[in-house]
């Protein structure tokens, strides 16, 4: 089934260690995002990528890293966690024609 | 900067009734619209969009919405709200450019009473 894969589900973390978050979509969609969801705040977008080989930030990228090698991956690291991390995170991809996203099932982290 | 207010964090209807979620953006080109349903633990899912064609848009599980540029709404629209529709409502509006990057609202919570 195509779509967008995310790994782990949830994880619980301790504060300090570094962490990366999978994400793999089989569309061959250009662009792929990362937003974090938090109660109250809607959807944020941390990091995207418009094609392989190329990432921007979006409004919240303090603290997230990402890499775009190829076009079905796109990892978010996390260097060092803080609580104020702990929150649902999305991956999301787009063929960039005005279609809208596909999102993946999303992973929640929680920092301690 | 492209901006998106939903009006009302949480809605609540009888089932049976008229569904109506608010949403106004701002925006300084002609928008992408967006409106995308999430399920408890799921990710978020296109009910509908609009791309510049016909302003009433028809989407998944019975929704639409039209786009009002006058007032720069959006509004979502059930006619008879099911008890399945009872879920986290999120409008999206693309951002200006070529980036295909969308700016999301805050979200309306749906709660379908019997």
Redesign the interface.
């Known amino acids: 089934i195509a779509g967008?894969t995310q790994a782990p589900t949830s994880q619980i973390l301790a504060a300090g260690r570094r962490m990366t978050l999978r994400c793999t979509q089989d569309m061959r969609h250009n662009?792929m995002?990362w937003?974090r969801q938090d109660l109250?705040?809607?959807?944020?977008?941390i990091h995207?990528s418009?094609t392989a080989g190329t990432t921007?930030k979006?409004e919240v990228p303090d603290g997230y890293s990402v890499s775009r090698a190829n076009t079905d991956d796109f990892p978010l690291t996390l260097a060092s966690a803080v609580p104020s991390q702990t929150s649902v995170y999305?991956c999301?991809s787009?063929d960039?024609s005005?279609?809208?996203?596909?999102?993946?099932?999303?992973t929640r982290l929680t920092v301690v | 900067a492209q901006s998106v207010t939903q009006l009302g964090s949480h809605v609540s209807v009888s089932e049976g009734a008229l569904v109506l979620l608010r949403c106004n953006y701002s925006s300084s080109v002609p928008p992408y619209l967006f409106w995308y349903v999430q399920y408890p633990n799921q990710g978020l899912q296109l009910l509908l969009k609009y791309t510049s064609a016909a302003t009433l848009v028809k989407g998944i599980n019975g929704f639409e919405a039209e786009f009002k540029k006058s007032e720069t709404s959006f509004h979502l629209t059930k006619p008879s709200a099911h008890m399945s529709d009872a879920a986290e409502y999120f409008c999206a509006v693309s951002d200006t450019g070529n980036t295909g990057k969308l700016i999301f609202g805050q979200g309306t919570t749906l709660q379908v009473k019997p």
């Open positions: 967008i662009a995002y937003y109250g705040l809607g959807l944020r977008l995207y418009n921007g979006g999305f999301a787009s960039r005005g279609g809208g996203y596909t999102f993946g099932s999303g």
